[in-house]
């Protein structure tokens, strides 16, 4: 499976974007998909993550409110919405699948649970 993120850029504070993630097989409709970010000097963290049916979402507290995960399994493609950007979402945004998950259980947020990566895409708050 080939991901491919887009949709990042420049916001100011206070504005929105929307992150998408392209895959490149229908095997994508059959994992959880988990959005990552990793900031300079920073491991890697959560972000969100949602379930192969997309009905059970996970989101980490920092973006909690502010953001949506989505995804339209018909076009092997994923969103994330956020709104009431801050610089601290400043980071480069990966998304990743996690082919191994279990439905019934919460979609997973530690990156080591995750089988594929897109390229990521940057993503700058300015204040």
């Known amino acids: 499976v080939q991901l491919q993120a887009s949709g990042g850029g420049l916001v100011q504070a206070g504005g929105s974007l929307r992150l998408s993630c392209a895959a490149s097989r229908r095997a994508f409709s059959h994992g959880n998909i988990g959005w990552f970010r990793q900031a300079p000097g920073k491991e890697r963290e959560f972000v969100a993550a949602?379930?192969?049916?997309?009905?059970?979402?996970v989101y980490a507290d920092s973006v909690k409110g502010r953001a949506t995960i989505s995804r339209d399994n018909a076009k092997n493609t994923a969103y994330l919405q956020m709104d009431s950007a801050k610089p601290d979402d400043t980071a480069v945004y990966y998304c990743a699948v996690d082919v191994r998950a279990i439905l019934s259980s919460p979609p997973r947020a530690h990156p080591t649970f995750y089988d594929y990566w897109g390229q990521g895409t940057q993503v700058t708050v300015s204040s």
């Open positions: 949602i379930n192969r049916n997309g009905r059970t979402t």
